[in-house]
């Protein structure tokens, strides 16, 4: 009796081994080079690409943190290539110098998707998914202006924390920002980048703080986690910030945090930038897969936040904006 039940297991074993080498075989190969992982937006936009290319969803993930080094970066796309793995997936440091290796990537016959920040000297990869960073810019100047007319503030003396210098999220916050700043005669005191960092943020607003005492009304972070060390250098300097007190504090990226610390009083305002691209990462795949046409740039859709005596009306590119009231439940369902 045991003899033939061990029999039959084996039987079993062999013939399941095969079917389950093959299922090994058909998961999709795919290398993600990420930029690193700096910012609360940054692991909610890892987290999501690990969930959706899980193995439980039929892929192999190969995922480099590139701790925001150009190099390790391009470094970690041709590891890729020598992996030779189905898809590869860049989020680029800097906007600049990818058309060498995503030359190296096309001639090996590997499809490359951008996600979030853009490339713009070359165009041979298959898609991109990411946000309107211009835009986004755009938006926190022309609120910002509605704001002070509903305020009566005449003078905007500003102050800039901005990205990663290079990154395309950081020109084009800027770029959008500072059109705004030039149509209505605002003084750009000083644009001092805080690396996407916390511990940035805080060490350009303490400088900040000493260099220009008493002369600015406006703080614009490039994104949350800048804004949480620009609090901790203004708390420590007895600079107040946030609806009502002396300095207008602006941020981008609105995750949880960031939006705890608007419900808070804290940031005036805060610009959505959508981390949650996989999903449609994923979707180019399968289309990719299929042989079918993608869409060369799809773009995620985003929101502007605020507390009610703060939400005024604005328009982008002759577009009126909505905003968004910042409640509990908006909290808890953002990342
Ligand atoms: O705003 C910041 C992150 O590339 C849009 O990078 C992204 C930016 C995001 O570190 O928090």
Known sequence: MRKISKIIVTAMAAALLPAMAAQAEELISIGFAQVGHESDWRTASTKSCQDVFSEENGYDLSFVDCDND???QKEAVRSFIEQDVDYIIID????????TVLTECEDAGIPVIVIDRTIDDSDKYAAWVGSNFKTEGLAA??????YAEKQGIEELNVLT???STGSSAQIGRSEGFNEVAEKYG???IDEQTGDFTEAGGQEVMENYCKSYEGQFNVVVCQNDNEAFGAMTAMDNAGVTYG???DVILISYDACTAGLEDVKAGKITADFECNPLAAPFVEEVIKKLAAGEE???EVYMVEHWYALEDQIVEFEVDGEAQEMTLVTDEVIEAQY
């Open 70 to 72: 150009e190099a390790a």
């Open 161 to 163: 924390i901005s990205g």
């Open 92 to 99: 680029p440091i800097i906007a600049t110098g990818w058309d």
């Open 294 to 296: 993608v869409e060369k």
């Open 186 to 188: 605002w003084n750009l």
């Open 141 to 146: 100047g022309e609120w910002l202006a509605a």
């Open 243 to 245: 609806p009502g007190n």
